[in-house]
T-cell receptor, first 112, second 116 residues
């Protein structure tokens, strides 16, 4: 039931793009994305609800394909500040309000 | 506006003891979620409270409990501590569920619990 994130780790140079995927074996109601830096709490990036919408947050955007039960996070023109571990959290039903099942995370390192 | 506060930030306990952690959400947020984070299991949902009622519960034993007060502050309690309860306990202040753009969730800094 835990969503699978890929890749597990990625190293980028500043300015490069990356895509992080989150796939579930269950039908999803929503997908949440977070970034966590070492020693800090997770930071909520965005939520995507059933409906296939794409949302954006600075140069970070995401899509949600409910038919494929997967979401992708797009980081464009990466900056050093984007380094961290990215988690997706999935909700399988409406009203579960934060009852998320998290992926194991994707470690992103952005080098100068 | 003030962020999510959690107290204490660090705690050391011994096996068999109990512990109470506190979380004050962002003003206006009525929903609070609790999560456990460990290197081995990652992030796991504990429970969620809304207006003093537990709405959702994760797959944790009954030793883990919580409550929410009328001012939305929340506490979680772990009784009969085990070594495996050592973890970072995160509280999140939620404004989720709508289809609009105002969905938001803010995490507190966490309480690092070490069980010896």
């Amino acid at each position: 039931q835990q969503p699978v994130q890929s890749p597990q780790a990625v190293i980028l140079r500043e300015g490069e793009d990356a895509v992080i995927n989150c796939s579930s074996s269950k039908a999803l109601y929503s997908v949440h994305w977070y970034r966590q830096k070492h020693g800090e709490a997770p930071v909520f990036l965005m939520i995507l609800l059933k409906g296939g919408e794409q949302k954006g947050h600075e140069k970070i955007s995401a899509s949600f394909n409910e038919k494929k039960q997967q979401s992708s996070l797009y980081l464009t023109a990466s900056q050093l500040s984007y380094s961290g571990t990215y988690f997706c959290g999935t909700e399988i039903k409406a009203g579960s309000q934060g009852n998320l099942i998290f992926g194991k995370g994707t470690k992103l390192s952005v080098k100068p | 506006k003030a962020g999510v506060t959690q107290t204490p930030r660090y705690l050391i306990k011994t096996r068999g003891q109990q512990v109470t952690l506190s979380c004050s959400p962002i003003s206006g947020h009525r929903s609070v979620s609790w999560y456990q984070q460990t290197p081995g299991q990652g992030l796991q949902f504990l429970f969620e409270y809304f207006s003093e009622t537990q709405r959702n519960k994760g797959n944790f034993p009954g030793r883990f409990s919580g409550r929410q007060f009328s001012n939305s502050r929340s506490e979680m309690n772990v009784s009969t501590l085990e070594l495996g309860d050592s973890a970072l306990y995160l509280c999140a202040s939620n404004n989720l569920g709508g289809s609009g753009r105002n969905n938001e969730q803010f995490f507190g800094p966490g309480t690092r619990l070490t069980v010896l």
